[in-house]
């Protein structure tokens, strides 16, 4: 991936190559989970560890996209952005009740979610030197706040008055 970027401004220029240079160095750290995965005799380290290389390589996928997507927002090429942009543009009034009424549904849902995983792992303390159970519910619970971080997002973009 080349770091030059045909119109870019300097701010541009320099976010680029700090997504670019995280890809690049990523690269072995994913290759050395990897490496770890498929030569420990532990079963449950492979588990982990193949756990953490899904999450680096979509690391490293989302590091790539911004990336393409400051290249091809710098070059006017809109529509070849891997990241599509939020509108603003006010949405139809059908789609934005929809969409409100979603998020709000799926935010109490993410939220009930959250409260039955937190005494699931209250349950599971007795348990978490002898097993991975714990821990998979703890990385549940990080999954699920994330998943109320990207539908406050949304939430709060639908909302808001266009300016």
Known sequence: MSSDIVGASVWERELFEHFRSHVDNERELIAEYGELAESTSVPGFRYLAELILADEQRHHQLFADLAETIRADAEFRFGDSPVPPIPLA??????????????????????????????????????????????????????????????????????????
């Open 90 to 163: 006010p949405l139809p009034e059908d789609e934005r009740q929809r969409i409100l009424e979603l998020t709000d549904r799926f935010l109490a849902l993410e939220r009930e979610d959250q409260r039955d995983l937190g005494r699931l792992a209250k349950q599971l303390a007795p348990v978490r030197d002898t097993t991975l159970w714990q821990l998979l519910v703890r990385l549940m619970q990080a999954d699920t706040d994330k998943h109320i971080r990207i539908l406050r997002f949304i939430r709060d973009r639908v909302r808001r008055p266009v300016v």
